[in-house]
C-alpha cells in the first residue's frame, strides 16, 4: 500500500525558511513525478511545485518561484520542499502527493502544518 | 494561466439526489488533463476521476465525469452519506497544474 508521511511544519518568522520531507512507504518512488501541494486554513488547494521521477524537471506555480525549491533522493524515496523568504501567505498546510504517469495525484499524505508568524 | 472556475460554490441536497458540479476552464483544455478530487474536513484530498471520465481506482460508478473544451461536469448519481464534501477539479498541464476552488455539497 502507498504511504507519504510529511514532516518538517512548524511556525517560523517572516523572511525565514524551513524544509519540508515526504517520505515514500510502499511504492516504486523514482518512477513518479511528484507534487508539492498546500491548502491555507479555510481555503481551496493549490499546486505549488512538480519535480519529474528521474530527470528532476521542476516546475513551479508563480506565487512560489525563486523562493521554493523541490528536490528529491531517490535512493532515500524521500521528496523535499526548501522554503526560503516565507511571507505569511505561505502558511498552510502543505501535502505531497504522487502523479500517476504525470497527471493527476493519485496518493496524498496527510499533510505538514506551516505557520508563517511573528 | 489556465483559471478554472467552480460552480455552485455550495450545493444543498439531499441523500438520494442526483449532484451536478461544474468546472469551467478559462481556455479550452485536453479532456485526457482533467481531473476530480474530494476532499472531507480533516483529510487529504482523494482522487476521484482522471481524464474527465475515467475512475480511479476503488471510486464507486455512482460518480461519472463528463465534458470537453472550456466544460467539465462531475455528477454523483445518487447522494450516499459519505459524499457529502468539497470537490475540485484540476487541469494538469504541461508545466502547471491548477485547481478550481472547489464545490462544497452539504445535506440539505
Known amino acids: 500500500e502507498v504511504q507519504l508521511l510529511e514532516s518538517g511544519g512548524g511556525v517560523v518568522q517572516p523572511g525565514g525558511s524551513l524544509r519540508l520531507s515526504c517520505v515514500d512507504f510502499?511504492?516504486?518512488?523514482?518512477?513518479?513525478?511528484m507534487s508539492w501541494v498546500r491548502q491555507a486554513p479555510g481555503k481551496g488547494l493549490e499546486w505549488i511545485s512538480i519535480?519529474?521521477?528521474?530527470?528532476?524537471?521542476?516546475y513551479y506555480a508563480n506565487s512560489v518561484k525563486g523562493r521554493f525549491t523541490i528536490s528529491r533522493d531517490n535512493s532515500r524515496k524521500t521528496l523535499y520542499l526548501q522554503m526560503s523568504s516565507l511571507r505569511a501567505d505561505d502558511t498552510a498546510l502543505y501535502y505531497c502527493?504522487?502523479?500517476?504517469?504525470?497527471?493527476?495525484?493519485?496518493?496524498w499524505g496527510q499533510g505538514t502544518l506551516v505557520t508563517v508568524s511573528s | 494561466e489556465i483559471v478554472l472556475a467552480q460552480s455552485p460554490g455550495t450545493l444543498s441536497l439531499s441523500p438520494g439526489e442526483r449532484a451536478t458540479l461544474s468546472c469551467r476552464a478559462s481556455?479550452?483544455?485536453?479532456?485526457?488533463?482533467l481531473a476530480w478530487y474530494q476532499q472531507k474536513p480533516g483529510q487529504a484530498p482523494r482522487a476521484l476521476m482522471y481524464?474527465?471520465?475515467t475512475r480511479a481506482t476503488g471510486i464507486p460508478d455512482r460518480f461519472s465525469g463528463s465534458g470537453s473544451g472550456t466544460d467539465y461536469t462531475l455528477t454523483i448519481s445518487r447522494l450516499e452519506p459519505e459524499d457529502f464534501a468539497v470537490y475540485y477539479c484540476?487541469?494538469?498541464?504541461?508545466?502547471?497544474?491548477?485547481f478550481g476552488q472547489g464545490t462544497k455539497v452539504d445535506i440539505k
Open positions: 510502499g511504492f516504486t518512488f523514482s518512477r513518479h513525478a
Open positions: 502527493a504522487r502523479n500517476f504517469n504525470g497527471t493527476h495525484n493519485d496518493y
Open positions: 484540476q487541469h494538469y498541464g504541461t508545466s502547471t497544474w491548477t
Open positions: 481524464a474527465a471520465s
Open positions: 519535480i519529474t521521477g528521474d530527470t528532476h524537471t521542476t
Open positions: 481556455q479550452s483544455v485536453s479532456s485526457s488533463q
